[in-house]
């Protein structure tokens, strides 16, 4: 429990997805509050309440209600709480249940000392490590940041130019502060790097979706006009799905969603245009729930159409870059009316460019209903895979609840055909 201050950090190191640290994280705590339990109870039992008269033992009933509290899901506290201000109660409650427990073990115990001491040093190791590789990948000093927005305020453009370029890999995502008022000072969020390169980036883009805390802070600083400021950021985290080996990748989002699996998009359309890696057509189906959103990775999707559809002219005698097939499907839920007269323009050219070649354009739109299913059974590669061979069928989510169980329900029905996994930000 006490290994890192920081998740993300230490997920990194160990190269676990944070997802997995998570439930590791969790399961320690739940095993150490059973243990902890069984002590207190044998004690008592043995003791009755005459163990509570002495004053080591009392701190050792306040350990034990600070392990309960800190199991406490922070999704069942109230909504209208930050995230950040949940997150370092968290962290004063471990802090708290540390010092309960040093004074919990009689002076005269050294060989429980010499343990909490290794504990100690390994924390303070792993908290010095951290601070250190954020200083330097920031370049010793903060980051010049710009901020941007849509007309409703519903999400932030963040760009950060850095000092000091670093390699991100598709997935990845940046712990980021923002200085924005007394209690700044603690607030850090973290956030998918939206943007991918085949070299070392200088920029990095993120989207912001609006909740409560820093989030909304942001929002409102925006709202105010401010249009720049300066930040630090940790990492990048977490670790990059390998989708080379596959006849055929998904890429499902929802709404904000498709900023997790944009950089994949990229990243694909290069590999596979330079002979990377041999893939079938690679198909991005994307459920938006208001359009408003859609302009955050529009600039990123052109990209990677116009990336994909380069000159295939032979250039010295080399081979013509491979076209990677690729295809989008999108489902807006809004009327055409309420839509911005930009997006309308698109959706009639789209469904013109459908009606004149049915079947074979790259971007098809459809209106409140999204058939997932049956674009998944028309693209996915059913063959199942033999004895440990790789599965022909990669689906990589960020999607909404209802979404993720229909995508869970498929890969299990399939699931000697399909790999599916879900990318560290979830909407």
């Not at 850095?162 to 502060?177: A, C, D, T």
Request: charged share 20%; hydrophobic share 40%.
């Amino acid at each position: 429990m006490y290994i890192s201050p920081c998740l993300d950090f230490i997920a990194s190191v160990l190269r676990f997805r944070l997802r997995a640290q998570r439930r590791i994280h969790a399961s320690v705590g739940y095993v150490v509050a059973m243990l902890s339990t069984i002590h207190v109870v044998g004690s008592f039992s043995r003791h009755g309440w005459s163990i509570v008269n002495q004053e080591h033992n009392r701190y050792a009933a306040l350990a034990l209600a600070g392990i309960y509290f800190v199991l406490i899901p922070i999704r069942t506290f109230p909504s209208w709480i930050p995230y950040e201000m949940l997150l370092s109660v968290h962290y004063l409650a471990a802090g708290w249940l540390g010092f309960a427990m040093w004074r919990h073990i009689p002076t005269d115990t050294n060989f429980s000392r010499i343990f909490l001491y290794v504990i100690s040093g390994i924390f303070v190791g792993s908290l010095t490590w951290q601070v250190g590789e954020t200083v330097y990948t920031n370049g010793w000093w903060f980051q010049s940041v710009s901020l941007g927005q849509n007309g409703s305020y519903d999400y932030i453009q963040v760009r950060m130019a850095l000092r000091k370029p670093v390699k991100v890999e598709p997935g990845q995502y940046i712990n980021l502060w923002i200085p924005l008022g007394p209690l700044s000072g603690v607030q850090s969020h973290p956030f998918t790097v939206a943007n991918w390169s085949t070299h070392a980036q200088t920029e990095l883009k993120v989207f912001v979706d609006v909740n409560r805390g820093l989030t909304s802070k942001l929002r409102d600083a925006v709202k105010r006009g401010l249009k720049s400021n300066i930040g630090l950021y940790m990492g990048p985290y977490g670790s990059t799905t390998d989708m080379k080996g596959y006849e055929t990748i998904l890429l499902v989002a929802t709404g904000l969603g498709v900023v997790a699996v944009a950089p994949y998009l990229q990243w694909l359309v290069h590999a596979i245009r330079a002979r990377g890696i041999c893939s079938a057509p690679i198909h991005l189906i994307w459920h938006i729930p208001s359009w408003k959103q859609s302009h955050a990775v529009f600039d990123i999707i052109d990209f990677a159409l116009a990336l994909d559809e380069g000159d295939d002219t032979k250039e010295g005698g080399r081979k013509p870059p491979q076209i990677s097939g690729l295809k989008i499907s999108m489902c807006y839920e809004e009327e055409n009316s309420l839509l911005p007269p930009k997006v309308q323009l698109f959706i009639q050219e789209m469904e013109k460019k459908e009606s004149e070649k049915p079947g074979r354009t790259r971007i098809k739109v459809y209106k409140r209903h999204l058939p997932l299913e049956t674009l998944l059974i028309c693209d996915a590669v059913m063959t199942p895979a033999h004895d440990d061979s790789e599965k022909p069928t990669m689906i990589a989510a960020s999607v909404s609840k209802d979404m993720r169980n229909t995508l869970v329900e498929f890969a299990e029905e399939h699931s000697r055909a399909v790999d599916l996994v879900f990318t560290d930000y979830q909407p």
